[in-house]
């Protein structure tokens, strides 16, 4: 086999993978590129056009009098093999989330300006809550506009989270909504849960959390957002962090009413 017939071969691989990776994402032959123009095929991006152009000269115009009008390097082979390799053995998800021991976490007897005034600061949009160490719900912007909607409703300096009551559970966000998976899962699975398809009307996606059994019930490795995906510079993971403690304000903390109500998500 020729370079030639080796590059054109891994082209049309590529685009095959490609394919069923991103069904019906434009026109035919045009997978290669729409990968590249992606968030996740930045990396590839000018290699790949040049890859495109050689394609289309060997395709189009093979030889000129006999002799090839072209021939691909090694180096240009080389980004097909590796661009081939990135998409069938994809990064694990914990490899870009925020991982346990730089979450956020809340008592669900905390108060709650003190756990908005952390998120502002810091950035963060989600914050689970817990009580007795076990995941009750998660506390969110969407949290607040909900329960301040009734206009018996007010948040002062001396509202704790469990007030906010069932609008804290999993399944009580009236615009999002949650996901659990496990450590295996990897970057094409969380990116497919974020994605909404055509014509899809239920409630966006906010966080993605990464759990030992991916369950509710399982111990919080990480959470991954739709931002984390487009990060450049994303956390690594480091396997002492399964042991690792969460970060609470510890906020003067009381204790909360009994309640047994179930958790609920995908």
Known sequence: MTRAERFLNLY????DVLEQRYPKSGRPGTAIMDFANRDEGAAFREDLNTCREVRNLLSHHPDMDGAAIVEPSDALIQVLV???EYIRTPKPAIDFATPRSRLLIADSGERVFPVMRAMEKEGYSHVPVFRNGRLTGVFS???VFSYTMNERNRITENTRIFELGELLKLDRHTSERFAFVGPKADYWMVR???NRRPGERSKR???????KNGRPDGTILGIVTPWDLIAEDPPTWN???ENAVPRILND?????????GPLSAE
Do not use: G, Q, R
Request: proline share 6%.
């Open 252 to 260: 003067d903390i009381v204790d909360v009413p009994d309640d047994n």
């Open 192 to 194: 497919d849960l974020f």
């Open 82 to 84: 590796n661009a081939l």
């Open 205 to 211: 996606l906010a966080v993605i959390f990464i759990t």
């Open 141 to 143: 912007i969407s949290t």
């Open 239 to 241: 396997p002492e962090e």
């Open 12 to 15: 049309k691989e590529l685009e």
